[in-house]
């Protein structure tokens, strides 16, 4: 089993890495400041399973040298499982990349990070629809201070390919949806 | 089922409407702060005034505190002395290599007084290394992580991304260009943040060529400090001159970049203190050990006569075309395997100080250390052989124009 980390530059996928392993790679508040992949150990149920930090990338439609990297180490490992880290205050595009890795058949769990900040800027996710609506686990965590790490690994486990169709379908139900009244 | 762009973003925005509640937004300090230091009006001198600092600390920990006020002392007054008294063999090949070569006065062996001179493996390769670059280097990365942590470095990468895109990069270049100040080395990997191979191209050969390292920034801290500000001058205008010139022949776009400004963040003490103890502990785990061989190496072509004689044969070229002393040959050897060390060797030869000038930017520009170099061969062998061809370009012509420049102003 291995595990990918991936989401936009600069939203905490190498603290993620760092607090999972307990590696040391360079953490900075910048994009672009692991290039490179890494690799590192982490046990889950009593077996070593690797974890990688990959490059920061927007899409999977790769701009620089970086997010070639990036894009490179997902379509070489098929069977890995995804945690995307996303910006809890940029939810939007983070979601974008999440759907791509999505509709490529992995396995993602949604990692809405700096959970922090978006609290500090008024922002208010709903977790539990949203990963109703996704079929995805999400979780929210605030890396740099170790909070919902381990609810990460806990979830792990519910991580399963889904068809982007059932997400549309779903949403097309909740358009419609009469006891909430929202449409 | 896969989805085109406009039908993800479709469905984004309605997952979005449904799980996302936008709150009144309060103005926070941290964003007053962040659009003060952006915008270049209030921007541009609060990063002149950030910068500024940067070095004052720079120079006054590593140069004034720790190596004048401790390493100095301990070296020259108790570990040079110490070694020469206890070390057998005076005057013989392993004592010169390894405590002190000295000189002959008279037909007479005289001790050297000082670790700069001695230039044995043990004393000024030990000096060099803890001595001198080791607070450089801490003090370098501390400042430098802070930076980072806080997240002021992409709003540099802003303020100059005008002046950038002149010489065919952009705001973000900054990134590797401080890196490169810290060690070119990881300068040369963080160059794969820009997008294109021309940007890549000239940003490693313009780091390669004229940004010095830590290590030879506290070098020149310390064996020519009045002459610091004049070396770097010229580095920094032939980063642009030769940039610019960069720019229109190399092949290749160089696009505009959205620049994603974080917001500031207290920097944790724990990041702060791994991270500086990872760079500082790489630095040197490929520095010290080269530091060592240069002495070494540099110790042993002096004594088989091997620098003398392409001094003689450089002669020419180096007195003639650069102006200054062919004894500077050694120091060009081994600038290639630490340019920290080739300083600490040119300031013992005798010269006027515009020739120390000269010699010091021509170790600076000519060939990059020899890690640099093996991390660029790793990035591309064809962009290392253009590289090596510019650089080759550079170092005649602006070697030439430096001394041109000196006998204009009659000091060379």
């Known amino acids: 089993m291995k595990i990918l980390l991936m989401g936009h530059p600069n939203v905490g996928k190498s603290v993620f890495f760092n607090r999972l392993t307990g590696a040391n790679v360079i953490e900075s508040n910048y994009s672009g400041t692991t290039v490179d992949y890494t690799r590192g150990y982490m046990s889950l149920d009593g077996k070593e399973v690797e974890v990688v930090d990959v490059p920061g ?71 539990q629809k949203l990963e109703q609506v996704l079929g995805v686990p999400v979780v929210s965590t605030i890396a740099i201070e170790n909070i919902g790490i381990s609810k990460v690994i806990s979830r792990l486990k519910d991580a399963k390919p889904v068809d982007v169709e059932d997400i549309t379908v779903m949403r097309a139900g909740m358009n419609h949806c009469g006891r909430c009244g929202r449409t | 089922m896969k989805l085109n762009p406009d039908e993800r973003w479709d469905l984004i925005d309605s997952i979005a409407r449904h799980v996302v509640t936008y709150g009144e937004y309060r103005h926070t300090l941290k964003d007053a702060i962040g659009e003060l230091t952006v915008k270049p009006m209030t921007g541009l001198p609060i990063a002149i005034a950030v910068m500024y600092c940067f070095w004052s600390v720079f120079g006054s920990f590593a140069g004034t505190l720790c190596t004048d006020g401790f390493f100095v002392k301990l070296f020259d007054g108790y570990w040079l002395p110490w070694l020469q008294e206890v070390f057998p063999g005076k005057g013989g090949w392993i004592y010169s290599i390894l405590i002190d ?42 400042m430098l992580t802070l930076l980072e942590d806080i997240g002021y470095m992409p709003r540099l990468a802003v303020l100059i991304d005008t002046v950038l895109h002149k010489i065919g990069l952009h705001g973000y270049a900054i990134v590797p260009t401080i890196l490169s100040l810290g060690c070119n080395v990881p300068a040369v990997t963080a160059t794969r943040i820009l997008e294109t191979r021309k940007q890549r191209f000239i940003m490693m050969t313009l780091l390669a060529i004229f940004i010095p390292c830590g290590a030879q920034l506290g070098i020149m801290e310390e064996v020519i400090p009045d002459l610091i500000g004049y070396v770097l001058l010229y580095l920094v205008i032939g980063y642009f001159i030769f940039g610019f010139i960069l720019n229109r022949i190399v092949p290749g776009k160089s696009p505009e970049i959205l620049i994603d400004v974080p917001q500031y963040q207290k920097p944790m003490m724990t990041n702060v203190r791994r991270k500086l103890w990872m760079r500082v502990s790489s630095f040197f785990k490929v520095a010290v050990p080269f530091v060592l061989l240069g002495c070494v190496v540099v110790n042993v072509l002096y004594l088989v006569g091997f620098i003398q004689w392409l ?15 062919k004894e500077t040959a050694g120091p060009l050897i081994a600038a290639f395997l630490r340019k920290d060390l080739a300083v600490a060797q040119l300031s013992v030869i005798e010269m006027t100080q515009y020739q120390m000038l000269s010699a010091v930017v021509l170790v600076s520009i000519y060939f990059p250390c020899v890690a640099t170099f093996a991390m660029m061969l790793k990035e591309g062998w064809k962009e290392l052989i253009g590289s090596v061809a510019v650089l080759t370009v550079v170092v005649f012509l602006y070697g030439g124009i430096i001394h041109l420049i000196g006998k204009l102003l009659g000091v060379a």
Do not use: H
Request: charged residues 20%; negative net charge; glycine residues 8%.
């Open chain 1, 57 to 127: 990338t927007f899409s999977l439609d790769p701009k620089d040298r970086a997010e070639e990297v990036a894009v490179a180490m997902l379509k070489e490992a098929k069977d890995a499982y995804v945690i995307c880290v996303i910006d809890s205050s940029k939810l939007e595009r983070g979601l974008y990349l999440a759907l791509q890795i999505m509709e490529e058949g992995y396995s993602v769990i949604i990692a809405l990070n700096m959970d922090d900040v978006a609290e500090d800027k008024n922002i208010k996710i709903d977790n």
């Open chain 2, 101 to 142: 070569a000295g000189g002959m006065t008279n037909g007479e062996f005289i001790l050297s007084d000082n670790c700069f001179e001695a230039f044995g493996v043990l004393t000024s390769g030990l000096f060099v290394a803890i001595g001198v670059v080791l607070p450089a280097i801490v003090i370098f990365y501390l």
């Open chain 2, 311 to 325: 001094g003689d044969l450089l002669a020419p070229v180096f007195v003639g075309w650069f102006g200054v002393p």
